[in-house]
């Protein structure tokens, strides 16, 4: 019986033959088993093989993978825009700061001269001609400013809800101011001071009973009849004499013309606008129900 020889039958030699057989001292089974080895050696976590990314560099199983660049700013761009905590701060600073604007700044300042002109007026039993004269000065400051400040706000852009609220504030307040203090010290009627009030206080009231319908246009003497006041309220601060002292009623009484007829423009415009409302609602519901 031929016997088959060691080498042939794989025994040690024929090993050491076939692993000698690929040049560099390794069969290609061994890099096989090689690089499967290496693929799956713990990464440098400890938490699976480590693995290479897009980049070329080599992270581990499990591992994060670090993004191609840096978040900037705190924002994250796989996470979505995610403003950073400096970033929220200065979006606050920038809505602040727009409340500080011009527009806002003079109505600010309109108020600050309704107490200044109250004390002015009434500074020396308010018979003072120098006092009162500092008084109309103030007052025409007031009423200076009140003509610029809407068209800056408007013109400009520089609408806010501070000044929505403070502006007409603002323009009742120094008018009121005046017209108390002169009928307190006698100078001009009460019932002359109770007139242009209670419109102005009864139209604000009206444009809150109707705003559910629609909002009140401006009445088209409205600028005539502020302008009007203006120049009447302030011939009386004045400690005026003589043919001025007479003008000044008639400027006065044609205030108070305007104050009323722009008045009953107004509540005529609200009646309209409520019954225009209401039919518009009714016609809805009809349709509805159709």
Same mark, same amino acid.
């Given at each position: ?6 080498? $042939?039958?794989?025994g040690p030699s024929g090993t050491r033959r076939v692993a000698g057989a690929v040049p560099g001292g390794m069969s290609a089974s061994g890099r096989v088993v090689a690089r499967e080895a290496r693929g799956t050696a713990?990464? @440098?976590?400890?938490?699976? @093989? ?9 992270? $581990?199983?499990?591992?994060?993978? $670090? ?46 001269? /309704? @107490?200044?002109? /109250? ?18 000065? $103030? ?19 520089? /609408? ?76 009386? /601060? ?53």
């Amino acid at each position: 019986m031929t016997g088959v020889p060691a080498s $042939a039958a794989g025994g040690p030699s024929g090993t050491r033959r076939v692993a000698g057989a690929v040049p560099g001292g390794m069969s290609a089974s061994g890099r096989v088993v090689a690089r499967e080895a290496r693929g799956t050696a713990p990464g @440098p976590s400890g938490g699976g @093989p480590a693995r290479r990314d897009a980049s070329g560099g080599v992270r $581990a199983h499990g591992d994060a993978a $670090a993004p191609a660049t840096a978040p900037r700013d705190g924002v994250d761009a796989e996470d979505g825009a995610k403003p950073a905590r400096g970033a929220k701060i200065a979006a606050a600073a920038v809505n602040q700061a727009s409340v500080w604007n011009i527009a806002n700044l003079l109505t600010m300042l309109r108020l600050l001269l /309704v @107490p200044a002109f /109250v004390v002015l007026m009434l500074a020396e039993g308010g018979d003072d001609p120098a006092w009162r004269s500092f008084a109309w000065a $103030a007052f025409a400051i007031a009423m200076i400013t009140d003509l610029f400040d809407g068209h800056l706000a408007r013109t400009y852009n520089l /609408v806010t809800d501070f000044g929505k609220i403070a502006d007409p504030i603002a323009d009742k307040a120094i008018m009121g101011a005046a017209l108390i203090c002169l009928s307190s010290l006698g100078d001009l009627p009460w019932w002359v001071t109770g007139v242009i009030l209670g419109r102005e206080l009864g139209i604000t009231l009206l444009r809150f009973l109707v705003i559910r319908y629609g909002v009140i246009p401006a009445s088209r003497g409205g600028k005539l009849k502020t302008l009007t006041q203006g120049i009447a309220v302030g011939m009386y /601060v004045l400690a005026l004499t003589g043919w001025l002292a007479t003008l000044r009623w008639w400027v006065m009484a044609a205030a108070v013309v305007l104050t009323v007829a722009t008045g009953l423009d107004y509540v005529k415009q609200a009646i309209v606008l409520r019954r225009r409302g209401i039919a518009e609602r009714q016609a809805a519901l009809e349709d509805t129900e159709a």
